[in-house]
């Protein structure tokens, strides 16, 4: 049972059992995502069978979930040559040739993104034990950027659809998803969770917020994971997990004048890499349709230099 008036206690003991600092040695830059390795690559190469491919991501347009909270806003895009400028003359290439250009301005983690392992501190350390401001300065994530994820994270991926399971389709806002929901679903999907797997966990709460509107599905109450559970992201040996809400975690958190406290533990502790608002819907009805909830499942961050998060568009392929 969790005690509701002292986080600082529940996250100190949760890091401390949870702890993989110095696993992968004193100079690692990729935390759980070590267990990737090439078998876990071919494992998951191998459940392609028919073909079928799914984006994981939502949109980056204007029309996104973002309020401004911590000046994160949604995509600004921008065109920076059109047809207009080809048809009219205006653009001075030779022999008829004409084209278009955009560019795009917005936070790294406005939409479907990774969060990086710079993005977490707990007491001023980042992943590993490293002091935070060693790590990340004006000049950005100097250590664990978010480049060094470019290539490795690509493998077997798990989709477990909690609010089918649990919630019927979908679960309500302030659902906390323990460690007992997460058995209950991959047993009832017939699927396994273990070392190096990429897990999807599929809540509803996009689903609702594409039916009713946005609301305050950037920050306000929604389904997650369980403070709970940093024993199982931990045991299990997972290397990442991502979910379909804008937190990962459960909200209002399960403390008193908390905020992210499964935050705190898994990324600067685990080291875990944690990925949100995933669009896992099509997926999912087609798990259903088929009864397969595994697949190769490809998600390579965008390797900005020194970044603490990324836009990624994942593809699941089955």
Known sequence: MLDRTDPEGAIAEAAARCSNWGRWGPDDVLGTVNFIDEAKRREGAALVRQGVTFSLSQRFDADGPQRGWRRRTNPVHTMLDTGLDAVHGDQGFPHGIGGADDVIAMPLQCSTQWDGLGHIFDHGRAWNGRPADKVVTSEGDRVTGIEHLAAPVAGRGVLLDVGLVIGGGELPDGFAITEEHLNATAEAHGVRVGRGDIVCVRTGHLTRARREGWGEYAGGPAPGLSFTTAGWLHRTEIAAIATDTWGFEVRPNEFDRAFQPLHQVAIPHIGLLIGEMWDLDALAAHCAGDGVY????????????????????????K
């Open 294 to 317: 595994e697949f190769f499942l490809a998600a390579a961050p965008l390797p900005v230099t020194g970044a603490v998060g990324s836009p990624v568009n994942p593809l699941a392929i």
